[in-house]
């Protein structure tokens, strides 16, 4: 028999080989209806599963408060109330006394059932805890089957991941395969963070794989491959120790600053919105976080978020950025990134904030109590005029109260690059987002522009100028793009001037070691060669 190809969506790059690690079981066969005689005493061994899966998580709760992870531990608590819910008890064993459902399947479905009317309520924070609710209700229908309440080095196979699930799997795992999910859920991106390759989207087809089945997922593709053949094995097996050993490396040399070998300093940050983003990002050196996405748990909000809840999504991440930087993104709503309650809005970004100044206010105000301890930045999407710069700088400075945060703008279009200088004048740094400039410049759909040319000299003149305008006005200019972290493209974006570099959590070792094999002085004449293919002349270049 051949490969057997699996389909589904990519929430993560990357290729990798293991043995299959189920945590949901395909039905096999009919079920059993219990006896009556067995009814009263299979409850009792649920009730006894959802205490003992309630005790898992204090432990996993216990391990992540002494590691320093305390909003993750209350984050993880909120586990246990749901495993001792009595609502969720009562279920259990009415499936089980009253139909003769066995326990573990009563288990799954209660969770289900609460799950599914969760995920119906307009509440967008509770509505997140449905797949919490499915992770709960699978560990205890483990704790029934006697299973292992970790699981060994694999590829994890489920339906949805639980923010449980994640913290105690996801870094053991060499890769993930969800049957459901999607590429903004907490598991996508913590696998991005962690450069676990991810598969969503699979249907109910992948949960017919088999516990310790060898699977291949690749991430680049979105296919999950059973029985793989000889050369697939060789290459998924080749990826995943060139990036085992990448990891070693950075972790082993994170003390020792991003300089090129002739003296330039660059700052290398991450791409964070998890704590366990930041938590790899950090052991592999990076010097803060240069992009925080504040609009990924508000995607499916009914309304604007109120002041309460972006606290508690933003803590868990600033908490642990004391005396760090902390760059927060506005809400980047808008095109493919628009919730419910804004459909039918044609605005993007800072233009679709600013029709809403009383929302943007609140965020404001979210963003300064919850990053209160660290280096605070806060970061506009979407600009294109200083204008605009100039009413978002009125309403934080409103809100502040004696604390201090940095207002910068996001280059990402060819008006705002156009505009830079004037930008300049009233930021106190500029972010240039590489995957929507490429796009517009080059006329590119979203996906595609992910691995655009972003060395295309239309693309380069604009940094160029946007590098140009930050240095004039002595504020610093960062690149949050997929650019920042392109062996081919990063020298030139160091070359051109750019002070910091924001990359994906798992890349921050591999571009810091990047930059020690730099000659700055190389760089400047490689980028200074490819802008005179463009007739560019900047004042320091001319």
């Known amino acids: 028999m051949g490969e057997q190809i699996v389909h589904g969506v990519s929430a993560a790059p990357g290729i990798t080989i293991g043995h299959a690690v189920v945590l949901d079981l395909a039905p096999n066969g009919e079920a059993v209806t219990l006896s009556v005689a067995q009814r009263a005493g299979e409850a009792k061994r649920a009730a006894d599963a959802l205490g003992a899966a309630a005790s898992q998580l204090e432990g996993i709760a216990r391990d992540l408060r002494a590691a320093g992870r305390a909003a993750e531990a209350d984050i993880i608590e909120t586990g246990v109330l749901m495993a001792l819910d009595p609502e969720l008890s009562a279920r259990v064993e009415s499936l089980i006394v009253d139909l003769g459902v066995n326990p573990e399947a009563a288990l799954r479905e209660a969770a289900d059932q609460t799950a599914a009317e969760l995920a119906r309520l307009s509440d967008p924070t509770l509505a997140l805890r449905a797949d919490d609710v499915r992770s709960v209700g699978r560990r205890a229908a483990a704790c029934v089957a006697g299973a292992a309440p970790t699981a060994t080095e694999g590829v994890l196979i489920a339906r949805t991941l639980g923010p449980a699930d994640v913290a105690e799997l996801a870094p053991k795992a060499k890769g993930i395969a969800l049957a459901g999910g999607g590429v903004t859920a907490h598991a996508a991106i913590v696998a991005r963070s962690l450069g676990l390759p991810m598969v969503v989207g699979l249907g109910a087809e992948l949960l017919e794989i088999g516990d310790g089945e060898e699977v291949v997922v690749d991430g680049d593709r979105g296919i999950v491959v059973r029985l793989p053949d000889v050369e697939r094995i060789a290459l998924a ?98 095109g493919d990134k628009t919730p419910p309650f804004l459909r039918g809005s044609t605005a993007r970004g800072i233009d679709l904030l600013l029709e809403a100044p009383q929302a943007l206010q609140t965020q404001l105000a979210a963003i300064v109590e919850a990053g209160g301890d660290t280096n605070l930045r806060v970061l506009v999407p979407m600009v294109t005029s200083a204008e605009q710069m100039q009413a978002v700088r009125g309403l934080l400075n409103a809100v502040l109260d004696g604390r201090r945060a940095q207002l910068g703008a996001m280059i990402e279009t060819p008006e705002a690059a156009g505009a830079a200088q004037a930008i300049s004048g009233v930021a106190d740094f500029l972010s240039i987002g590489t995957n929507d400039l490429t796009q517009l410049v080059l006329g590119l759909d979203r996906e595609r522009s992910k691995t655009a040319p972003v060395l295309d000299v239309r693309v380069l003149r604009l940094i160029a100028a946007t590098s140009d305008a930050a240095h004039a006005a002595h504020i610093p200019v960062d690149v949050c793009g997929e650019a920042a972290s392109e062996a081919g493209a990063m020298p030139v974006l160091v070359g051109l001037g750019v002070d910091e570099l924001s990359v994906a959590a798992a890349r921050v070792g591999v571009v810091r070691q990047w930059v020690r094999e730099l000659r700055y002085a190389s760089c400047r004449r490689e980028s200074a060669r490819l802008l005179d293919q463009a007739g560019y002349a900047s004042r320091e270049r001319v």
Do not use: I, K, Y
Request: glycine share 6%; net charge neutral; no cysteine.
């Open 237 to 334: 097996r080749a990826e995943t120790e060139r990036r085992r050993l990448a990891r070693e490396v950075a972790v082993a040399r994170r003390l020792e600053p991003a300089q090129t070998r002739d003296g330039h300093r660059v700052r290398v940050l991450a791409n964070a919105s998890t704590a366990a983003e930041l938590h790899e990002a950090m052991e592999q050196g990076a010097e803060g976080v240069g992009l925080l996405r504040s609009e990924l748990l508000f995607l499916e909000a009914p309304a604007w978020p109120t002041f309460e809840e972006q606290v508690r999504v933003l803590r868990p991440v600033l908490s642990h950025l004391q005396g760090q930087t902390a760059t927060v993104r506005l809400f980047d709503f808008g």
